[in-house]
């Protein structure tokens, strides 16, 4: 197991915020350089490159295809999206939920986590040492952004 950073993203939404929760959600589109993600390890820096194959397809996109927002309970609030998910030239549709949370100032904090396998997406998990060390096909993305007005 070993974990990777996506710290460097752009973004877009188009939300109907009040001041504790979204009322619509739509218009999602984030975008992430695969060449910016960093695992903390050259080498593990270098086989993820490699199987995103980040120079062919450099980056990784999310856009929003339908949304839910629930009520709030406890100052957060639900949201069930679907979107179109592309990585390493594959497209999918994914199913995120994810959870808001109001933080003032027209400011609100998204989180949630995503399990994806490499291989519904046609990549190969990564191999090192000639194959002696491999990677697990299953992947969590966690995300926490904060979108602001």
């Given at each position: 197991d070993w974990d990777?950073?996506?710290?460097?993203?752009?973004g877009t939404v188009d939300a109907e915020p009040t001041a504790e929760r979204f009322t619509a959600l739509g218009g999602v589109s984030v975008s992430v350089p695969a060449?910016?993600?960093d695992c903390d390890n050259g080498i593990m820096n270098g086989k993820l490159r490699d199987a995103l194959q980040a120079d062919a397809h450099p980056t990784i996109r999310y856009t929003l295809t339908?949304?839910?927002?629930?009520?709030?309970?406890?100052?957060r609030f639900?949201?069930?999206?679907?979107?179109?998910?592309?990585?390493a030239?594959?497209?999918?549709?994914?199913?995120v939920p994810?959870?808001?949370?109001?933080?003032?100032n027209g400011r609100f904090r998204i989180t949630g986590?995503?399990?994806?396998?490499?291989?519904?997406?046609?990549?190969?998990?990564?191999?090192?040492?000639?194959?002696t060390m491999r990677t697990g096909d299953a992947v969590t993305v966690h995300f926490d952004v904060t979108v602001s007005r």
């Open positions: 990777c950073a996506a710290e460097q993203l752009t060449a910016r993600i339908s949304a839910r927002v629930g009520t709030v309970n406890n100052g639900g949201i069930e999206a679907t979107g179109q998910l592309s990585i030239g594959a497209t999918r549709t994914v199913r994810a959870s808001g949370q109001a933080l003032g986590r995503v399990p994806l396998t490499m291989t519904q997406f046609g990549i190969d998990p990564p191999t090192a040492m000639m194959g």
